[in-house]
């Protein structure tokens, strides 16, 4: 969220442009696009995950569902144009490329089966899928984890080692993702008081 606001403000200030930083100013809106959707499904996406929030304001974790799903899909979509058009900074090489094509891709499906899901009334599957597509979409945040170790030990990590580093981000969320979907009860969803089906 930090660095995404740093771009913004790089961007809508106009500051110097650098190797590192010009292919968003030549062509911003994906970037702008791809920044704002993560951060409205970051911050919006952790209340569904929250029972009690949810059950007593099904409306809410309704209508709240719907601009996620929106925003999860420009997130996606966005960061997958990114990877293909966007020029590659020093250190990016085709392998950290193939997995944000991977991911992304992962992340999109996620949330149009978890999307078509609901709409099947099927809740376990929609919130099994909805799990993964928000685990994908946060991986940036453990990323910065995955790669502190490396810069305090090693300094940069070179083209190969940074590629592992940021799909191990990825594959960790999905790995507490996967164990906490499966940690729950596997029976039937039933409806509640308020109309949506919980757990």
């Known amino acids: 969220m930090i660095a995404g606001a740093v771009r913004l403000t790089e961007l809508a200030g106009g500051a110097e442009i650098t190797p590192e930083n010009a292919r968003f100013f030549a062509m911003p809106l994906p970037v702008v696009l791809h920044i704002l959707s993560v951060g409205v499904y970051s911050i919006l996406g952790a209340f569904q995950f929250a029972p009690r929030f949810r059950r007593r304001r099904p409306g809410w974790h309704r209508a709240a569902g719907r601009v996620l799903v929106l925003c999860g899909i420009v997130a996606a979509l966005s960061g997958l144009w990114m990877t293909l058009f966007y020029p590659r900074p020093v250190g990016d090489g085709d392998l950290l490329a193939g997995f944000r094509l991977v991911f992304g891709s992962a992340m999109l ?83 509640s008081a308020g109309g949506l089906v919980d757990r």
């Open 109 to 191: 499906l996620s949330i149009v089966l978890g999307f078509a899901a609901i709409r099947r009334r099927d809740v376990a599957r929609h919130r099994a899928w909805m799990i993964r597509g928000y685990a994908i979409g946060l991986g940036a945040g453990t990323q910065a984890l995955t790669h502190l170790p490396w810069f305090l030990i090693f300094g940069t990590p070179g083209e190969f080692p940074r590629a592992l580093l940021v799909a191990a981000g990825w594959v960790i969320n999905l790995a507490v993702a996967e164990w906490f979907i499966r940690k729950r009860p596997t029976g039937r969803s039933r409806p």
